[in-house]
T-cell receptor, first 110, second 115 residues
Framework: GDSVTQMEGPVTLSEEAFLTINCTYT??????LFWYVQYPGEGLQLLLK?????DKGSNKGFEATYRKETTSFHLEKGSVQVSDSAVYFC?????????FGSGTKLNVKP | DARVTQTPRHKVTEMGQEVTMRCQPI?????VFWYRQTMMQGLELLAY????????DSGMPKDRFSAEMPDATLATLKIQPSEPRDSAVYFC?????????????FGQGTRLTVV
């Protein structure tokens, strides 16, 4: 069935390190793909999205490219900050439903 | 600043009691989702409404859970009777349109503890 798979966390990085969080999906049709971020005690916030193959979503220094050939939507950031510490969720939307991955916790140390 | 509002933010109740969680979607949004978040299961879609009509509640235990939208500004999720395994954070989200590109805007959640 349709699903989203994320790399397991936690991921611990030093400030200014390069970040990659892997996400792959299975789906029928052509889903839209999203990254959401959840800060402690908060709800999820949309970080970025891509609606078709080869689209690149970007926001706040984060980027992800919709790769249809590898069914992936990996999240990257060139230089993380302590304030990026949060849980990141990959999600896909397709015909009215959202399905989320299990989330990847990111800890950034000063 | 438009946002999804959920009440209460925290709820502690005894097993067997009825629990009602409320959600005010963003004005003008026609799609409402209910999610449950636990450490073990992650985010689970419980139910989803479009234009106040329930379109999918297959993720919801039918025997004790019910979700309704009495009007366009209020969505409710009720558990009766509650059980300890229902302890989780319940999120409401709303969106506009409902097509594959619909962005979901999340509330801050209701943290439910059933003892």
């Amino acid at each position: 069935g349709d699903s989203v798979t994320q790399m397991e966390g936690p991921v611990t990085l030093s400030e200014e390190a390069f970040l990659t969080i892997n996400c792959t999906y299975t789906a029928t049709g052509y889903p839209s793909l999203f990254w959401y971020v959840q800060y402690p005690g908060e709800g999820l916030q949309l970080l970025l999205k891509a609606t078709k193959a080869d689209d690149k979503g970007s926001n706040k220094g984060f980027e992800a490219t919709y790769r249809k050939e590898t069914t992936s939507f990996h999240l990257e950031k060139g230089s993380v900050q302590v304030s990026d510490s949060a849980v990141y969720f990959c999600a896909r939307g397709n015909f009215n439903k959202f399905y989320f991955g299990s989330g990847t916790k990111l800890n950034v140390k000063p | 600043d438009a946002r999804v509002t959920q009440t209460p933010r925290h709820k502690v109740t005894e097993m067997g009691q009825e629990v009602t969680m409320r959600c005010q979607p963003i004005l003008g949004h026609n799609t409402v989702f209910w999610y449950r978040q636990t450490m073990m299961q992650g985010l689970e879609l419980l139910a989803y409404f479009r234009n106040r009509a329930p379109l999918d509640d297959s993720g919801m235990p039918k025997d004790r859970f019910s979700a309704e939208m009495p009007d366009a500004t209020l969505a409710t999720l009720k558990i009766q009777p509650s059980e300890p395994r229902d302890s989780a954070v319940y999120f409401c989200a709303s969106g506009l349109g409902g097509g594959p590109n619909t962005e979901a805007f999340f509330g801050q959640g209701t943290r439910l503890t059933v003892v």
